[in-house]
Nanobody
Framework: QEQLVESGGGLVQPGGSLRLSCVAF????????MNWYRQAPGKEREFVSY????????KYEDSVKGRFKIARDNGKNAVYLQMNNLKPEDTATYYCKADGYPQTYWGQGTQVTVSS
């Protein structure tokens, strides 16, 4: 069965850090651009970051630049999002996306809550 499984979310204080993981099961992501999106209550799902298959090209949404870093380990069939200096506005459900062809895969999401 083809799945993306996110983990690593939780409750953290402002200024804290979390590392999200996304592991693919049932398919290989080594040729795929991998993405992180997030969706907060009352807002549309928004792009956070992507990394191309070789890891050479990365991109971040402006509000997370300098705080978040995306990485991948094709040997582990996984992509990661290191989130530092977290802010309350980062509170959202975070989703992993794999850009396959013709299939696009989405994970189930992991909740990140930044609060005192």
């Amino acid at each position: 069965q083809e799945q993306l499984v996110e983990s690593g979310g939780g409750l953290v204080q402002p200024g804290g850090s979390l590392r999200l993981s996304c592991v693919a099961f049932g398919f290989t992501i080594d040729t795929m651009t991998m993405n992180w999106y997030r969706q907060a209550p009352g807002k549309e799902r928004e792009f956070v970051s992507y990394i191309t298959s070789g890891g050479v090209i990365v991109k971040y949404e402006d509000s997370v630049k300098g705080r978040f870093k995306i990485a991948r380990d094709n040997g582990k069939n996984a992509v990661y999002l290191q989130m530092n200096n977290l802010k309350p506005e980062d509170t959202a459900t975070y989703y992993c996306k794999a850009d396959g062809y013709p299939q696009t895969y989405w994970g189930q999401g992991t909740q990140v809550t930044v609060s005192s």
